[in-house]
T-cell receptor, first 108, second 112 residues
Framework: ELKVEQNPLFLSMQEGKNYTIYCNYSTTSDRLYWYRQDPGKSLESLFVLLSNGAVKQEGRLMASLDTKARLSTLHITAAVHDLSATYFC????????FGAGTTVTVRA | DTAVSQTPKYLVTQMGNDKSIKCEQNLGHDTMYWYKQDSKKFLKIMFSYNNKELIINETVPNRFSPKSPDKAHLNLHINSLELGDSAVYFCASSQDKNYGYTFGSGTRLTVV
C-alpha cells in the first residue's frame, strides 16, 4: 500500500526565516499535490506537481518534485504569520493518499 | 457560487441513529469522492464514484453506504452510528487529475 510520509509533523517558524517541509512517498506516481488547511476549514489547493523536476512557486511558497527520489519539498521563504496552517502533501496513484500533515505555527 | 457544497456543516447525533450527508458539485466533474478526517487530521479516502459508478470502495464498515443519483451528487448514508464515526467528512470532485481535486467545506459529525 502507498505510504506518504511528511516531516516534520509540527513546525514552529520564526517570522522572516526560511523552512522546508518534506514529503516522501513509496510509489512511482508522478502526480503530487500540496494542500493547505486552516483550522475548521476545507483543503485549499496550493500546488499540482506533475512530472520529475517540476517546480512551482506562489508567493512565499515553492514546491518541487523529484520522482526518482520519491520526494517533494515545500519551501517557505521569509515566514509570515499568515502562513500558520496545516500543510498536506498527497500522492495520486489510483487514489489520492495523504501525508499526516505538517502543522505550522509562525511566531514573531 | 460554491463549487463543492456539503450539507449539513455540523451534525450531532446519538449512537445508533442513521444519518445522511449530502454533497453537490457544480463544476461538471465526472468523479466524486468521500474522505474522512479523524481527530488527528489524518485524511483517508472512503469512496469514489465516476459518473454514478462506484470505482473505489476502501475498507469502510458496510454501515456506510454512498449513493450517487447523478454525477453532480454524491451522498453518504451512515447506519447505526458509533462513537468512532465522529470525524470530519469531506466530499471532493475531480475531472482531470492534472488539475487536482476540489474539496467541499466538510461536515463535522459528532456522535454522542
Amino acid at each position: 500500500e502507498l505510504k506518504v510520509e511528511q516531516n516534520p509533523l509540527f513546525l514552529s517558524m520564526q517570522e522572516g526565516k526560511n523552512y522546508t517541509i518534506y514529503c516522501n512517498y513509496s510509489t512511482t506516481s508522478d502526480r503530487l499535490y500540496w494542500y493547505r488547511q486552516d483550522p475548521g476549514k476545507s483543503l485549499e489547493s496550493l500546488f499540482v506537481l506533475l512530472s520529475n523536476g517540476a517546480v512551482k512557486q506562489e508567493g512565499r511558497l515553492m514546491a518541487s518534485l523529484d520522482t526518482k527520489a520519491r520526494l517533494s519539498t515545500l519551501h517557505i521563504t521569509a515566514a509570515v504569520h499568515d502562513l500558520s496552517a496545516t500543510y498536506f502533501c498527497a500522492v495520486d496513484d489510483y487514489k489520492l493518499s495523504f501525508g499526516a500533515g505538517t502543522t505550522v505555527t509562525v511566531r514573531a | 457560487d460554491t463549487a463543492v457544497s456539503q450539507t449539513p456543516k455540523y451534525l450531532v447525533t446519538q449512537m445508533g441513529n442513521d444519518k445522511s450527508i449530502k454533497c453537490e458539485q457544480n463544476l461538471g466533474h465526472d468523479t466524486m469522492y468521500w474522505y474522512k478526517q479523524d481527530s488527528k487530521k489524518f485524511l483517508k479516502i472512503m469512496f469514489s464514484y465516476n459518473n454514478k459508478e462506484l470505482i473505489i470502495n476502501e475498507t469502510v464498515p458496510n454501515r456506510f453506504s454512498p449513493k450517487s443519483p447523478d454525477k453532480a451528487h454524491l451522498n453518504l448514508h451512515i447506519n447505526s452510528l458509533e462513537l468512532g464515526d465522529s470525524a470530519v467528512y469531506f466530499c471532493a470532485s475531480s475531472q482531470d487529475k492534472n488539475y487536482g481535486y476540489t474539496f467541499g467545506s466538510g461536515t463535522r459529525l459528532t456522535v454522542v
